[in-house]
């Protein structure tokens, strides 16, 4: 699969709500790990490979070998608690870092790949990432949680290179 880059005006969109999960959406979800470790992110979300669904996957940082990933289809956030900066990319930004504020610990529910509900809570990494693939699934890239001046010349970078 190819990953969007942005401008591609697919990563500014919201996404679907998945209503079965089926073989086409297991493909997918199989397809998305393989592209993201590829090109060796953490989290990868459908809209960065083009598809407007609510789903996204990313590492699971309570596995230290780095070898297990987790599936969140129709991922809710349901609360959140502190706050924390982060220094953020992203794979449809590629080379660019900056620093933004994310909630420190999440609870989140999202069904996995076999359509079981299962609740997270989480702090540190997974925290952010979950975060961060979630925003995607909104039309969100991770410039727009930062301050409107600092984002203003975030954009003008991108948008020189990007453009």
């Given at each position: 699969m190819n990953i969007k880059i942005y401008p591609d005006p697919i990563l500014l969109k919201s996404s679907s709500e998945i209503k079965n999960i089926d073989k086409g959406l297991i493909d997918l979800i199989n397809s998305m790990v393989n592209t993201m470790r590829e090109a060796e992110g953490i989290g990868l979300a459908?809209?960065?490979?083009?598809?407007?669904?609510?789903?996204?996957v990313c590492q699971d940082f309570s596995d230290e070998s780095k070898e297990t990933f987790l599936t969140m289809i129709n991922?809710?956030?349901?609360?959140?608690?502190?706050?924390?900066?982060?220094?953020?990319?992203?794979?449809?930004?590629?080379?660019?870092?900056?620093?933004?504020?994310?909630?420190?610990?999440i609870q989140i529910e999202a069904l996995d790949i076999n359509g079981k509900?299962?609740?997270?809570?989480?702090?540190?990494?997974?925290?952010?990432?979950?975060?961060?693939?979630?925003?995607?699934?909104?039309?969100?890239?991770?410039?727009?949680?930062m301050s409107q001046i600092k984002r203003d010349i975030f954009m003008k970078k991108i948008n020189r290179e990007f453009k």
């Open positions: 459908a809209p960065q490979v083009g598809v407007l669904k609510r789903v996204f991922p809710k956030i349901i609360d959140t608690e502190g706050r924390v900066e982060s220094k953020e990319g992203c794979l449809s930004i590629p080379g660019y870092y900056d620093y933004v504020y994310r909630a420190e610990k509900s299962k609740t997270y809570l989480t702090d540190g990494m997974q925290s952010i990432v979950f975060q961060h693939e979630y925003d995607h699934l909104d039309g969100i890239l991770f410039p727009y949680r």
